[in-house]
């Protein structure tokens, strides 16, 4: 198995818009998808995935991830919550993210969010996950290691990587899980205020 360091900086775990990198100009949906491909490059699987599609901004307006686009450009804040429709999509649904971000929307159009501030604070939020998942990761992996010690033989390189896949695998199950049971605790009302079920 490589390394755990090796693996870890191949997953582009730090890879964030801040907002020193969103401009102060709306941006043309080719502009916003050249920034989202450009900022998240490191963090593809391999060349040929996609970070942002046109179809993808489009399914997101259509399905009202986003408030409404004015005159074909976005906003400050339309990259701004692309970027978090970006970081949920690999552990959420597209009517998760949407009953998750359909209160600050509604916040966004009535000028009733500080969104820049939210922002911030779940990228310092992102900076901690990362730090903690490198420490994780390592424990996990020393964990595997003495589990296929005590008792496997043969090819324990690859029965090592399998476990570790699996451990990983329940891990990310289970915070998806639990981020599910949060979704299903938001109940947005029209004013879009949030209301615990």
């Known amino acids: 198995m490589e390394t755990i360091n090796q693996l870890i900086e191949q997953l582009g ?18 502009q916003v998808i050249q920034l989202f491909e450009s900022k998240f490059a ?5 060349d040929d ?19 409404p686009i004015q005159n ?30 359909d209160g600050i929307n509604k916040r966004i159009i009535k000028e009733d969010i500080d969104l820049e501030s939210f922002y911030n604070s779940y990228l310092k939020l992102s900076s901690s996950n990362a730090a903690a998942l490198k420490i994780d990761v390592e424990k996990r992996a020393e964990e595997v290691s003495a589990e296929i010690s005590d008792g496997q033989t ?5 029965l090592e990587q399998v476990l570790m896949i699996a451990s990983l695998a329940h891990m990310s199950n289970l915070y998806r899980k639990a981020a599910e049971k949060l979704v299903d605790g938001i109940v947005v009302d029209k004013d879009g205020k949030r209301h615990k079920q």
């Open 72 to 101: 074909k450009k976005y906003s400050k804040e339309h990259l701004i919550l692309i970027s978090l429709i970006y970081q949920l999509k690999g552990a959420l649904s597209i009517n998760d993210i949407k009953t998750t971000l």
């Open 49 to 67: 995935e996609k970070i942002l599609t046109k179809t993808m901004i489009n399914n997101y307006a259509k399905g009202k991830l986003i408030f």
């Open 13 to 30: 775990i730090n890879a964030n818009l801040s907002l020193e990198e969103i401009p102060n100009i709306d941006l043309y949906m080719d």
């Open 154 to 158: 043969g090819n324990t390189a690859y």
């Open 42 to 46: 490191e963090a593809k699987r391999n």
